[in-house]
């Protein structure tokens, strides 16, 4: 009975391979990223300016409402994961998708500033957070066993990095014609079609392995820092997030404090944002070449690149030209870095542990990246400037590198014990039979 199973799950997996519906997928994933993952996070730094004005309210409590959300999107991998295995993963994308949209619109009518913090940080975050985790689930699950799977793991981030490059210019225009409460309210609506993209992945993915367990065990999330390529990236990640946002958070006012205009620091988010999706793209492209052999053994010169245009900006702070180029080169490795998690983690593990590494990575990145911004600032508080954040995000990356120089030179002397080990046990088995 139990063959008969298998073979019929595997003719079924057969024949889906063979459709196109996979696609729908992939495309369901690339537009949650590009809606749920970007337009939030990039919509809300603007839109907070006139929320400050209308309420009078501190800058602080505001900017809470950015924070918050990308904190719990991206920091609550791990309970969406608990969650998802009890609840199932369409009911979570259903309510978690109607819950931020909700929240969104319900701020567009609120006249307290902290219940507006309240319902876009912790209500779309908490929302969200089940659609941006399940796009690289349903991701690997429609391509499994495809032999470009990396290629379109990578290829879903280009929806967050053109949503970030896009969503400014919308925020504006929203803005002028409609104020704060009617962007709000548009952007609910935007957020809503997240259950349409939801039901139209649900009926286009492949049949569920039944081998799959949907029971929480501890000793899984243990399980997979026992893996020296895993353990490394989540290093990087958390590197990543406390510093690799430093040029977004406070580029604008180290520029503004040293004779610069706003429209020049303007212009030098733009080229950062363009090579963005640029490095993103380049991911995709050359997605055969860095999975060779490993992802993050090209981690080492990248992000020393990302170290160099970090350092760029005050070193060469009077040169308006190289100031361009450090901003298209910490694009393009924000980009490459940013897109290439998913195939990382598919490498690193294995397939049942991808699920669970996807919401350890998520949960790092994202807590990271909330308590990044404080850092930030007190070390200019501290400093008092901001070359003192650059350096150190320079540091940051420099110390991502070594980490994965280390894991090429660890990797080497176990490949190299492997081999004695199999070439003794050879010469053990042929004297024995002998």
Not at 137 to 150: D, E, K, L, M, P
Not at 158 to 179: D, N
Not at 353 to 382: K, N
């Amino acid at each position: 009975m139990t063959t008969s199973s298998k073979g019929k799950s595997s003719l079924t997996r057969e024949r889906y391979d063979k459709s196109n519906r996979r696609y729908v997928v992939f495309v369901g994933s690339l537009l949650i990223h590009f809606i749920a993952m970007a337009m939030p996070s990039a919509m809300l730094g603007i839109v907070y300016v006139d929320v400050i004005r209308e309420f009078e309210a501190d800058a602080s409590l505001v900017a809470l409402m950015q924070s918050l959300y990308r904190g719990i999107v991206f920091g609550g991998g791990v309970v969406a994961e608990l969650v998802i295995r009890r609840v199932g993963e369409f009911p979570c994308m259903m309510a978690g998708s109607l819950l931020g949209s909700l929240s969104f619109l319900a701020a567009a009518f609120s006249e307290s500033v902290t219940t507006i913090v309240l319902l876009v940080g912790v209500g779309g975050g908490c929302g969200f957070v089940f659609a941006a985790f399940l796009s690289y689930v349903n991701t690997r699950r429609a391509f499994q066993g495809h032999s470009s799977i990396n290629k379109f793991l990578s290829s879903i981030s280009i929806g967050a990095g053109v949503g970030l490059f896009v969503t400014p210019y919308m925020t504006e225009y929203f803005l002028l014609e409609f104020g704060w409460r009617g962007t709000f309210m548009i952007a609910a609506g935007i957020f809503f079609h997240l259950n349409l993209i939801g039901i139209a992945v649900k009926l286009n993915l492949p049949p569920l392995d039944k081998t799959e367990s949907k029971d929480f065990k501890w000793n899984d999330q243990f399980a997979v820092f026992k893996k020296r390529g895993f353990s490394i990236y989540i290093l990087d990640v958390s590197l990543f997030g406390i510093f690799g946002f430093a040029e977004s958070w406070f580029l604008p006012d180290f520029l503004v404090s040293n004779n610069y205009t706003k429209e020049d620091a303007a212009l030098l988010l733009t080229v950062s944002g363009i090579f963005n999706v640029v490095g993103r793209i380049l991911a995709v492209l050359l997605s055969s070449f860095f999975s060779r052999p490993k992802i993050l053994y090209h981690w080492s010169y990248i992000c020393l690149a990302l170290a160099l245009s970090h350092a760029l900006y005050p070193y060469f702070l009077q040169s308006h030209p190289v100031l361009i180029v450090a901003s298209g080169l910490y694009g393009t490795c924000f980009g490459l870095l940013s897109s290439q998690g998913a195939p990382i983690i598919l490498q690193s593990l294995p397939l049942d542990l991808f699920p669970i590494g996807t919401a350890i990575e998520m949960t790092s990145y994202g807590v990271s990246t909330a308590v990044g911004g404080y850092i930030g600032g007190l070390i200019r508080d501290l400093t008092g400037g901001y070359e003192g954040v650059f350096y150190t995000a320079s540091v940051s990356s420099i110390i991502c590198s070594f980490a994965s120089l280390l894991l090429i030179i660890v990797d080497n002397i176990y490949k190299r014990r492997d081999r004695k080990h199999v070439h003794n046990n050879n010469s053990v088995s042929i004297s024995s039979h002998l």
